[in-house]
């Protein structure tokens, strides 16, 4: 029992780590451990009870083992040899060379998943994020990331006997975790400050080790701040009103961008993973202001170079929205600082920086202050230009500037231990450096199918007894009859086909849509011959109810004494029960309403264990179907309605007529071998293509490496080119409104023969600009019915010749399409030299705008 008395004396007590066994504490505060098997393995071979007690925590496990167990293990030949292996494995990866480069990349997200006992994350933005920082260690980028360190991080979850989802919120002991305070030269935590309105706020800073990447997490519990509201600003990740949400954002992007320059650390790019820590860009502004004497225009620019923004969402419901009000609160002293007026600062988060009752987008600041924007899969692409097209009124949608990247997993992080064992005896040697490589992937066409059936059944079974443990452990913690812990004990069978569907419950993601016809799905569960099962896990946010719902729903329907041994919904889910899922059940489901799911990557955690996917095609399936081994639900449609009873009839009979079948159709051999080559095919695939070393590897060359060549060119000469390109924007700003396009110039005459050249040619007043002022472009393509320009290219017209204050600007183009083509024209500022990183707002003229 706690007790509380005044005041108390702090230290903390280590454990007498052997000599033999000095290293111990280095490589329990590595989470290096988290991805590489031999390091887990020294330290459940301490004590394996206590391995599983302390939820994979490295440190806590060498705070709770008994030093009997150390002297022991001091003495013992096979641990002392199996020690010296895993301290040379560490040694040989984190000496690796570094990347050739000056970039740093400061990476900053609201939630971080990387090992179970670190519990600050909520579902898939924080499990990529995890994966981020892992690839990027493997690969010797140079990264750090930030976040947010919570007192009681993301909820646990509890179902009551009605199948309720109930939330319990353990605290975390901050020095039983794999992270250190960061301190000084004297030993001193280091603190930073941010000022909020009541007073100013102290912020610790943590260090975690992912491998050769450092993870800085910020904590405002600390004795310097009085008032017990910010001492609970980092207190629970997603909680409380949006007055607490103002207030963590600002420790995320001031705070961090502030810890980091505490730390003697200067990045070079700064990574706005979803919207939270936008703030960070009003504080880059504020030290350029101060630092370098820029207006608070050249620091936007100066600043906006080096940005990258990647959205997340698909739906307007996911961003964060702060009132006006609120935002004066918080930023009325910045807005002091800075010189600026509170209705400047809006304008950076606003739609329509002139509608004074707007609220203040986060999602909005990322755009407007970062060159670089990208979504996290080629469907996402789309989606997110139609979302944001609003930002600048006078593109086609198709130009909005978003790119893609699609996320990946970390494969070693994923990759169960059987099937890596049996890569290391099919594949080449050094096939976990090889990821990007085809050859390296063909060799599992020379795994025998016997033997990859086997690895997957040995999971299966492995998955089971897992799930019994959580079934009984949940039925006894509720103090459940004997009789419905007897039953937890008697559900699934090893040898059934076994479906598994694990995400958060949002309404968008359906996830009651397999029991829509609750006696089919009894058909196909009960077939004899052929029998199926279903494991389902989730949790609902705090505050949905329909999410809850339908938890509630699924649990009563695996009461069915029908359904009873055949349908389980496992509790609390997290990378450990995401793991043992995707790593042994045989087909992964996945059926959200298209263009909602941005990308996900459970499916290519299954797909990479040879689980078979059968989903929707949308995120990162609908690009990687064809070649995936999987099935799909539904066509490339946009959602309706009405595709949900489509789509679970598709289910059905998918599982009715092929899928089941196929799994159950065995060769002399007990071997599914149709089932087997597309499990081959998964394998190849997935596991090449949608590895995060991949993902890292497209930022690093598509967004990093241009961000960071730009704003080395911008900071030369203190900052020179930006007011530069300040005084050159007065001067186009100035002569826009006097800007004409005189002459479209004339279309071709007749039929043009293809292969052959057509001459563009347009006029345009400049009102005394010079020609390289702009950019003169036409946009060819072909008409569609609606009369509107579709599949449009934009060529660039450069001058050719002038007339006074008008110019020509002309070229021959061969069109590469047939058909009832057509073209425009449009003029705009010459200040980019990337599409992608045209700014918000765009001056930009058409043709039709000069009454052509």
């Given at each position: 029992m706690a007790f509380e008395v005044q005041p108390i004396r702090e230290f903390v007590v280590r454990p007498a780590i052997p000599s033999p066994l000095s290293r111990l504490e280095e490589l329990a505060y590595n989470l290096f451990y988290s991805w590489e098997p031999a390091v887990r393995a020294l330290f459940r071979r301490l004590d394996p009870a206590l391995w599983r007690a302390c939820n994979r925590n490295t440190v806590l496990m060498l705070g709770r083992v008994s030093q009997a167990a150390l002297d022991r293990a001091a003495t013992d030949p096979r641990y002392l040899l199996l020690y010296r292996q895993v301290c040379d494995r560490f040694d040989a990866y984190m000496q690796q060379p570094p990347a050739a480069t000056d970039r740093l990349v400061a990476y900053f997200c609201m939630e971080y998943g990387i090992v179970e006992c670190l519990p600050i994350y909520s579902g898939g933005l924080g499990i990529l994020a995890g994966d981020f920082l892992k690839a990027a260690s493997d690969s010797g980028e140079p990264v750090v990331g930030v976040g947010l360190l919570y007192q009681k991080g993301y909820l646990e979850q509890a179902l009551n006997p009605d199948g309720w989802q109930q939330e319990r919120y353990p605290v975390n002991d901050f020095y039983s975790l794999p992270i250190r305070p960061v301190t000084d030269e004297q030993g001193r935590e280091i603190r930073v400050w941010v000022q909020l309105p009541a007073a100013p706020l102290a912020i610790r800073v943590w260090r975690a080790q992912v491998g050769r990447v450092n993870l800085y997490l910020l904590d405002t519990n600390v004795e310097e701040n009085r008032l017990p509201e910010y001492r609970a600003i980092t207190d629970q990740l997603y909680g409380g009103d949006n007055v607490t949400r103002i207030r963590q954002e600002i420790v995320l992007g001031i705070g961090g961008v502030r810890a980091l320059r505490a730390l003697g650390l200067e990045p070079t790019v700064f990574h706005m993973n979803e919207g939270h820590s936008a703030f960070l860009a009003l504080e880059r502004i504020r030290i350029l202001m101060r630092e370098h004497g820029l207006s608070f225009e050249e620091a936007l620019e100066a600043s906006r170079a080096s940005n990258v923004f990647t959205t997340h969402t698909s739906v307007a419901a996911g961003i964060d929205l702060f009132e006006p009000r609120l935002m004066h609160e918080y930023f009325q002293e910045y807005c002091r600082d800075t010189g600026i007026s509170f209705e400047q600062l809006m304008a950076l988060g606003r739609w329509n920086p002139k509608d004074a009752s707007e609220p203040f987008s986060m999602a909005v600041l990322a755009i407007r202050a970062s060159s670089y924007r990208n979504a996290v899969s080629r469907l996402h692409r789309r989606v997110s230009q139609q979302m944001w097209a609003g930002l600048w009124p006078q593109l086609p949608v198709w130009e909005v500037p978003f790119t893609s990247i699609t996320n990946g997993v970390h494969l070693r992080s994923w990759l169960n231990t059987d099937l890596a064992s049996l890569y290391d005896q099919y594949l080449q040697p050094d096939w976990r450096d090889h990821y990007d490589d085809p050859k390296t992937w063909e060799m599992v066409d020379e795994i025998p199918d016997r033997e990859l059936f086997e690895v997957h059944l040995r999971r299966k079974?492995?998955?089971?007894?897992?799930?019994h443990e959580r079934l009984v452990a949940s039925a006894v913690a509720r103090k459940a009859p004997a009789a419905e812990i007897e039953r937890a004990r008697e559900a699934l069978d090893p040898d059934a086909f076994t479906i598994g569907f694990a995400r958060r419950f949002a309404a968008y993601k359906r996830a009651t849509l397999l029991f829509r016809d609750i006696a089919r799905l009894k058909r196909i569960l009960s077939n004899p011959q052929m029998p199926v099962q279903i494991i389902i896990a989730g949790k609902a946010h705090p505050k949905d109810h329909p999410g809850k719902m339908m938890i509630r729903e699924i649990v009563q329907l695996s009461r069915d004494p029908e359904l009873a041994k055949r349908l389980v919904f496992v509790e609390d889910y997290g990378i450990q029960v995401a793991r043992e899922l995707v790593q042994g059940v045989d087909l992964w489901l996945n059926n959200p309403r298209r263009g909602e799911e941005a990308c996900g990557t459970s499916g290519m955690k299954a797909g990479v264990n040879g689980v078979l996917n059968l989903s929707i095609l949308d995120g990162w399936y609908d690009e990687a179907y064809e070649e995936s081994g999987g099935w799909a639900i539904g066509d490339r449609e946009p959602y309706s309605e009405d595709q949900d009873e489509v789509h679970a009839r598709a289910i059905y009979s998918l599982l009715e007529?092929?899928?089941?079948?196929?799994?159950?159709?065995?060769?002399?051999?007990?071997?599914?071998?149709?089932?087997?080559?597309?499990?081959?095919?998964?394998?190849?695939?997935?596991?090449?293509?949608?590895?995060?070393?991949?993902?890292?590897?497209?930022?690093?060359?598509?967004?990093?490496?241009?961000?960071h060549a730009a704003y080395s060119e911008i900071r030369r000469d203190n900052f020179a080119l930006v007011?530069?390109?300040?005084?050159?924007?007065?001067?186009?700003?100035?002569?826009?409104?006097?800007?004409?396009?005189?002459?479209?110039?004339?279309?071709?005459?007749?039929?043009?023969?293809?292969?052959?050249?057509?001459?563009?040619?347009?006029?345009?007043?400049?009102?005394?600009?010079?020609?390289?002022?702009?950019?003169?472009?036409?946009?060819l393509g072909r008409i569609g019915p609606s009369g509107k320009l579709e599949s449009a290219e934009v060529v660039l017209l450069p001058p050719v010749e002038q007339r006074d204050s008008v110019f020509i600007f002309a070229r021959d183009v061969q069109p590469q399409q047939t058909g009832r083509l057509g073209y425009t024209v449009r003029v705009a500022p010459n200040h980019f030299d990337d599409p992608l990183t045209r700014p918000c707002n765009p001056l930009l003229k058409w043709a039709s705008d000069s009454g052509n």
């Open positions: 079974r492995r998955l089971i007894d897992f799930v007529n092929e899928i089941v079948p196929m799994y159950y159709d065995r060769g002399k051999d007990g071997v599914p071998v149709e089932w087997m080559r597309r499990v081959k095919q998964s394998l190849k695939y997935i596991s090449r293509q949608f590895d995060c070393r991949r993902m890292v590897a497209e930022y690093m060359s598509q967004l990093y490496g241009p961000a007011r530069r390109r300040a005084q050159w924007n007065a001067k186009v700003l100035k002569a826009w409104d006097k800007i004409r396009i005189v002459d479209p110039g004339p279309a071709p005459e007749g039929a043009v023969t293809s292969g052959m050249p057509i001459r563009l040619r347009v006029a345009v007043d400049l009102a005394g600009l010079r020609p390289d002022d702009v950019r003169v472009e036409a946009v």
